[in-house]
C-alpha cells in the first residue's frame, strides 16, 4: 500500500521503553541510486536491540523508533549504482539506535556502503539462516581477527589458515557470539586447538561447531580456571583468548595462560580480546550501566598495563565494517563448514515479544529469529 510516494509498512517500534508493539511507518518508495529497497523476510534479535530499548528510558522524545539490526529479504527495487537487481536476495546488519531505520520492519531502504554489513545471500541459504549471521558472525569473525592481528600471527587480510598450530579459548561459546568464534578458528582459521567454555546444556552444540576441549561453566570459576591451566600444562599456552561474556576472573590468569613475547614463536605475545558490553545475565531486569560500562577489574587491568607491570593488554572489539567478512561466510557456505546455530524460529508478527523475552532473559543458546 503506498500514500503520497511512501510504501506503508507494518513494523515493531517504539517511542519509549514503555510501549514496544507493532504499527506502521512510511517507507519512501523513490530510492536514490545508491539505494536498495528491501521487502524483509526474517529478522534476528540480538542483546543490542533489548538494551537500546532499554536506554531509551534516558532519551525523551516522542518520535517512533523501529526496533532490529540483523535482517534478511529480497531487492525489490534496487538503485542503478548498487550492483544489485530486483529479486536479489540480501541480508546484513545496519546499527542505527533510536531511529526509524530499525529493520524489524516490512519494508526497509539501505544504502549498501553505509551499514555495517549488505551482501547477497548464498546461494541455498533460508532466510532465517541468513537473518541470523550478520551481526554475532561478524562480531565472532572480526574479534577472533583482532587477536589474531595482535598477536602478529598473520601480516595480511586473508585469515585461512592463521591459527594453524595455535591454541585459542573461547570464554562464553554457548552465545552465539562465541559459537561462531569456534567455528571461525577451527573450520576457517585452522587452529589446533580450540578450547571453549559453555554451560552444560550447550557442550554437544559446541563440541560439533568444532571445539577440542568444552569446559562446563557452571561448575564455577575456579573450576574452569583449573581445567584451563590442565590444558596449559598439557598443550601449551594459549595465542587468541576471546571473551564473549566478560567473564573477567580470567585476567588475573593471563600470565600463565597467555603465550609472551619470551614464547617459543617467533617472538610473538598472546592476546586477550573482549567484545564491547557483552555480558551474560538478564538484560530486562539488570543495570544498564554494569553493561555499557567498564568493569572495576578491566580499569585495573589496563591500569596495571599501562604502567608496565602486566606483560598482556587487554584488547575491546566494537563490530565494524570489515570488507573480509562476507567473502569468508560465502566461501565456508559454499564448502559446508558454516553452521548457524538457531535457538529458536518465531513465526508471524504477534510472536515478537516471546522472541524478544528469550534473548534479554538470556534463555536462548543460539539465535533468535522472527519470520516477517
Not at 7 to 17: D, G, I, M, N, P
Not at 237 to 244: A, L
Not at 270 to 283: A, E, R
Amino acid at each position: 500500500m503506498t500514500a503520497a510516494g511512501k510504501l506503508v509498512s507494518k513494523a515493531l517500534t517504539y517511542t519509549s521503553f514503555w510501549n514496544l508493539g507493532l504499527s506502521t511507518v512510511a517507507v519512501p518508495v523513490d530510492i536514490l541510486p545508491e539505494e536498495i529497497l528491501v521487502k524483509v523476510k526474517a529478522v534476528s534479535i540480538n542483546p543490542i536491540d533489548v538494551l537500546l530499548q532499554r536506554l531509551s528510558l534516558f532519551f525523551v522524545g516522542s518520535y517512533r523508533k523501529v526496533y532490529g539490526g540483523d535482517y534478511a529479504g529480497v531487492v525489490v527495487k534496487a538503485g542503478k549504482s548498487t550492483g544489485y537487481q530486483t529479486g536479489d536476495a540480501v541480508y546484513g546488519y545496519r546499527l542505527a539506535p533510536f531511529s526509524s531505520e530499525g529493520t524489524f520492519s516490512q519494508y526497509i531502504v539501505i544504502n549498501p556502503k553505509k551499514v555495517i554489513l549488505c551482501d547477497k545471500i548464498p546461494e541455498g541459504m533460508l532466510f532465517e539462516q541468513a537473518a541470523s549471521l550478520a551481526c554475532t558472525a561478524a562480531t565472532g569473525y572480526g574479534v577472533l581477527k583482532m587477536g589474531v592481528t595482535q598477536a602478529g600471527k598473520v601480516k595480511t587480510p586473508d585469515l585461512a589458515d592463521a591459527l594453524e598450530g595455535k591454541n585459542v579459548l573461547v570464554i562464553g561459546a554457548g552465545t552465539s557470539v562465541g559459537s561462531y568464534a569456534v567455528e571461525f578458528a577451527k573450520k576457517y582459521m585452522r587452529a589446533a586447538n580450540v578450547v571453549a567454555t559453555c554451560s552444560s546444556r550447550s557442550l554437544a552444540k559446541i563440541e560439533n561447531l568444532g571445539a577440542d576441549v568444552t569446559i562446563d561453566y557452571t561448575q564455577g570459576n575456579y573450576a574452569n580456571i583449573n581445567q584451563t591451566l590442565e590444558f596449559v600444562k598439557a598443550k601449551g599456552k594459549f595465542d587468541v583468548v576471546v571473551d564473549c561474556v566478560r567473564n573477567e576472573i580470567f585476567l588475573d590468569y593471563l600470565d600463565v595462560i597467555l603465550k609472551d613475547s619470551t614464547s617459543d614463536d617467533g617472538g610473538s605475545s598472546g592476546s586477550y580480546c573482549q567484545v564491547y558490553g557483552s555480558k551474560s545475565m538478564n538484560l530486562c531486569s539488570c543495570s544498564i550501566f554494569s553493561i555499557i560500562l567498564p568493569s572495576y577489574r578491566s580499569l585495573k587491568y589496563s591500569l596495571l598495563y599501562s604502567l608496565g607491570l602486566l606483560k598482556h593488554r587487554l584488547y575491546c572489539y566494537k563490530l565494524g565494517y570489515d570488507a573480509t567478512f562476507a567473502p569468508v561466510v560465502h566461501s565456508m557456505w559454499k564448502a559446508h563448514l558454516l553452521d548457524t546455530p538457531i535457538d529458536s524460529v518465531h513465526r508471524g508478527w504477534s510472536n515478537y515479544a516471546e522472541a524478544i523475552h528469550r534473548v534479554g532473559t538470556s534463555k536462548a543458546s543460539g539465535k533468535v529469529v522472527c519470520i516477517l
